[in-house]
């Protein structure tokens, strides 16, 4: 069976190294796409889209090359199969570090829509100009925060926590050979611990909402408000623009969602539980991955690039900015 046979940690090790061997050049040539081809046309989104894309990329490089983190299912424990455990990197150290990553990218997301709500909506004496800094920095901070209590968390006494845990789970990690290598996180669900999860969680997806919600009713307005075929133009442009990034979003959440709706329901079965749990980490270093891809194919200044490197065609010629009059404030043209 395919689970029982992904639960084997050289198994799991060789897929994911494997999964990192494709997504580290597509990574890199996308933020370099970013970073050295977005037109001027683009410039006020060049930073927050590539924030964005840089801590999915380090998710990804973090599950799938760094630490392969192999977990003993279902407790809160595991070790390195990556990179970081064969340099010797502490459990807890490179743990806290993927926790951080992972929360940083719905951050960094929220980040993007805010940028994008600024650059259209907002005037240059708007109030939201000098909130949005400090809304910024709390949500950065909050993720800094929320790793400072899953610290203090982690027994002290490791090999006494160790025997508490395969007391609780005797089937957690039965494929390691070397039990010596198990790092133990927390030994159990715990009530603050599950409300700071879920706290985080809805502020987030709150967030999200939000931004979404009031930008698509700022633009079925402002459709209203435009007056010339440039301004009917552009409008379009950013339009075409929000819909590729929430494409950009949507789909990796959903890479990651579905397969892990599924895999709730098969963990109730302790023979394919540790599977399950390796499954989902190899889908989940995928999630990058598919954004980068995404923001290849639908964003046309990287999409030229990336067929005139492949397909040697002609080199696309940079547009410029566009300036328009439009009663919502929308002045830059996206290509």
Known sequence: MFFTFISYPNVYSNILYITSAFSLPIHIFGGCCI?????????????????????????????????QPFMCTPAFAGFSLGIWGLIGVPTVVWSLGIIAVFKMVPISII??????????????????????????????TLVL??????????????ENAKRVMFEMYPQACELVV?????????????????????ALTVLVLVEIVVFVVVIRVKMNRATKDIQTSISRDTFH?????????????????????????????????????????????????????????????????????FLAVVLRR??????????????????????
Request: hydrophobic share 45%; charged share 15%.
């Open 145 to 158: 925060a929320y790793c400072i209590p899953v610290y203090l968390d982690v027994p002290e006494d490791q």
């Open 314 to 335: 002609k080199k696309p010629v940079e547009l410029k900015t566009v300036r328009i009059f439009s009663a919502t404030r929308i002045t830059k043209s996206f290509v």
């Open 237 to 305: 442009k950013h339009r075409m623009f929000i819909r590729a990034l929430n494409l950009k979003i949507a789909i990796p959440i959903a890479i990651i969602f579905i397969p892990a709706v599924f895999g709730a329901y098969l963990a109730s079965q302790d023979s394919v539980q540790q599977g399950v749990d390796n499954l989902l980490n190899t889908v989940t270093s995928l999630h990058g991955l598919s954004a980068t891809i995404l923001m290849i194919y639908l964003q046309k200044p990287y999409r030229e690039v």
């Open 178 to 198: 070397s039990k010596s290598v198990i790092f133990v996180m927390t030994l159990g669900d715990d009530y603050w611990s599950n409300l700071r999860e879920n």
């Open 111 to 140: 980040s993007m829509f805010e940028n994008r709500y600024t650059v259209l909506f907002v005037t240059n004496n708007g109030a939201w100009r000098y909130l949005r800094y400090p809304f910024l920095i709390l949500n950065y």
């Open 35 to 67: 970073l050295c081809k977005t037109p001027t046309a683009m410039k006020s989104v060049k930073w927050a889209l590539f924030n964005l894309h840089f801590w999915s990329a380090s998710l990804d490089l973090s599950i799938s090359l760094l630490a």
